[in-house]
């Protein structure tokens, strides 16, 4: 069975500052896809990035990027240039492949930004 | 594109009560899926669809829970009869899946149910 563990239940960053979040996972499938959904106050579930585990390019998307380290089975979301609406739980999840489609989630990380 | 929409926002009910969740995915979606969020547990896939046909209810708590997809834009859980246990954010969520792989999900803004 696949797992996906995020180590650090609160982080909080300065405004303008960079952060990062962690991720970690286990799964037996080599073909595979990442993913980092944030959820704010308003409790709507928003996709931020994925990551293909065949592609050695870490994807990004605008000030969001991540750090996918294939071997050690790690996932970090880093977010440049902070800003006061990133502010919100942020959940790491794997699609572990096999065409299965289901998507598995970690228990979160609430990121505070300080103004 | 509307998104993924439930309803209701909001649901409180006295247990022993059946209660009845509302789902219309996205449009051209072929995937549709229910989690629940708790403290506890987190989030928690109890069914998924595809193409209108449950593929994986394995996530289901047990019999009280059922959920239907009678055509490609709605879909409905329920709890029959609640129980304050069932206490929760429900969401439903779809997506595109094709053989290029997992695009992800676009979810809709959740049930809050509670069970008093």
């Known amino acids: 069975a696949q797992t996906v563990t995020q180590s650090q239940p609160e982080m909080s960053v300065q405004e303008a500052e960079t952060v990062t979040l962690s991720c970690t996972y286990d799964?037996?499938?080599?073909?595979?896809?990442l993913f980092w959904y944030k959820q704010p106050p308003s409790r709507q579930m928003i996709l931020v990035i994925r990551?293909?585990?065949?592609?050695?390019q870490n994807a990004t998307e605008n000030r969001f990027s991540v750090n996918f380290q294939k071997a050690a089975k790690s996932f970090s979301l880093k977010i440049s240039d902070s800003q006061l609406g990133d502010a919100a739980m942020y959940f790491c999840a794997l699609d572990s492949g096999a065409g299965s489609y289901q998507l598995t989630f970690g228990k979160g990380t609430k990121l505070s930004v300080i103004p | 594109d509307a998104g993924v929409i439930q309803s209701p926002r909001h649901e409180v009910t006295e247990m022993g009560q059946e209660v009845t969740l509302r789902c219309k995915p996205i449009?051209?979606?072929?995937?549709l899926f229910w989690y629940r969020q708790t403290m506890m547990r987190g989030l928690e896939l109890l069914i998924y669809f595809n193409n209108n046909v449950p593929i994986d209810d394995s996530g289901m708590p047990e019999d009280r829970f059922s959920a239907k997809m009678p055509n490609a834009s709605f879909s409905t859980l329920k709890i029959q009869p609640s129980e304050p246990r069932d206490s929760a954010v429900y969401f439903c969520?779809?997506?595109?899946?094709?053989?290029?792989?997992?695009?992800?999900?676009?979810f809709g803004s959740g049930t809050r149910l509670t069970v008093v």
């Open positions: 969520a779809s997506s595109f899946l094709s053989g290029t792989g997992n695009v992800g999900y676009t």
């Open positions: 990551q293909e585990a065949y592609k050695q």
């Open positions: 449009s051209g979606h072929n995937s």
């Open positions: 799964t037996s499938e080599s073909d595979y896809y």
